[in-house]
């Protein structure tokens, strides 16, 4: 009990509890991966990719354009939100707030309906202002939906990122005498992209799998499409390609992260 | 040694995923004093929910007449469509009775009892339309909306190639959408379709005609869906229905609903 067991010997028993807890649980992946690899390869039908290949590549046609069509939409919107978020005139600020709590507190499932549905009932006002034409189409009112949605998130992540860059970069750029805009555009928002990348990355990522519930007002995205091949079919691996699919986008898009992560960083790397 | 181990258990619980999966159980040692009816609520006059949330219609009346004649303690469960034999197949009910039309490609999934109802489907257009006849040339270019995994999503496509075929969750959503200018027909059971125009949510519209019934598409009429192997409920069931149309059960429910007959031809004669 007093001090002839070394130190060192300490840490060990725990170690030895935590290894059997790994070993367990490296065990029960490896048993889900086999059953899974087992499964697909024995489930695996070629005739289905026949079937439903053109299918499932024009929804995955669909996914990518609706979410990079929305996300950049969103970004625009995002802008004067994020600004309207800092600013200290009450309407500017309140606004902007009331703008992000509506569509950061409710459910896109919601924001869908109502824009697809809910707007639906209002056609012949819509007709009368012209805007119809919009909102009839079901690929319209996703857009719509899904671009003010990641706007409001966009605009918190923009605002954390501009906040972020230190006071001194404004200083600095006014004691040169260059106007807020300039200071703005060419001296804090491309430092606070830098710190905003990860989360807009994430923003995408998120987006990508929430524009599944398009197929809801009609449009066949690559959810649409797996449920009509499903129900064509009551094939499990149908919802697998799917999954691979939506895997596939999220790792491109991780890589294209780190790409442009690196690019943006060279000036810091030694 | 370990992930020898590992994948030894793996094989062993891929080996019982697999068996489960195969498994066709019989139900002859069953003792069916109790059968859970899985239907979806969404589809008056057949199933659907009042205002107090109670599930009504002629399928959910079919259903307890049905099981009174059978002996058996019925309770009901709703389930979305589209996840209708899925989770028939996962036991979290014993039968469909849901409007479910007996088809080829559902039959190589579950069972099916005889038919209980076989009414044809229809084509409903806004009352002032240009549509005069349901054929492939009037609808060309034209948006047609019907529920989606359903015979008349399928018969649509075919009848119309060149018409778009929008699909909808549950036929609630594809009525709203032509009630607000979306559509241009939509495609649907006649007897769902005249309910629906009759009623002041339908006012917008009128049935353009009834269709043939391609028995590719439609099958042999509705029947009650069973998991492969219930046999013994299958025989249950069909007795049940011979006895209901026998002793005029069915005829007091038909016409509580409808002013004719929905049956259809004998299925002998078929």
Known sequence: MSGNTPALAIPAPPRQKLKIGGIVAISIWIVIAVAFVIYFVGAFDITLIERFGWSYLSGLWVTVSLVALSFVFGAIVSLPVALGRMATNPIASGAAFAFVYFFRGTPLIAQIFLVYYGFGEFHRFFETIGLWWFFREAWYCGLFSLALNTAAYQAEILRGAIESVPKGQWEGGRSLGLSRTVIFFKVVLPQALIVALRPYANEIILMIKASAIVAIITVYDLFGETRQAYSRTYDFQTYVWAALLYLAIVEALRHATNWAERRLTVHLKR | ?270
């Open chain 2, 1 to 270: 040694m370990r992930i020898a181990r590992s994948f030894a258990l793996a094989a062993a619980m891929s080996a019982l995923l697999a068996g489960a999966a195969v498994a066709q159980e019989s139900d002859a040692d069953k003792d069916w004093s109790t059968v859970r009816i899985g239907t979806e609520g969404a589809y008056p006059p057949f199933n659907f929910l009042d205002a107090s949330g109670e599930l009504k219609g002629f399928d959910v009346d079919i259903a307890k007449a049905l099981c009174d004649q059978m002996k058996v303690e019925c309770t009901f469960v709703t389930q979305d469509w589209d996840g209708m034999i899925p989770a028939l197949q996962n036991g979290n009910f014993d039968a469909i009775v849901a409007s479910m039309s007996i088809t080829p490609e559902r039959e190589e999934q579950i069972a099916f009892t005889n038919k209980y109802y076989n009414t044809p489907p229809a084509i409903a257009v806004p009352k002032d339309s240009e549509i005069t006849e349901a054929t492939d040339a009037a609808l060309t270019g034209k948006q047609i909306g019907a529920q989606v995994s359903t015979t008349h999503a399928r018969a649509a496509a075919a009848l119309f190639p060149d018409a778009e075929i929008r699909q909808y969750p549950t036929a609630e959503e594809y009525k709203l959408d032509i009630e607000n200018g979306r559509l241009d027909a939509v495609m649907d059971d006649v007897v769902v379709l005249d309910e629906w125009v009759k009623s002041d949510a339908g006012a917008c519209c009128k049935i353009l005609g009834t269709l043939p019934a391609d028995p590719q598409i439609y099958g042999k009429g509705v029947g009650v869906g069973l998991r492969k192997g219930d046999d013994k409920l299958k025989e249950m069931f069909n007795q049940a229905i011979v006895a209901i149309r026998e002793d005029g059960t069915y005829k007091k429910i038909q016409d509580k609903y409808f002013d004719f007959d929905v049956y259809g031809a004998d299925p002998a004669a078929q």
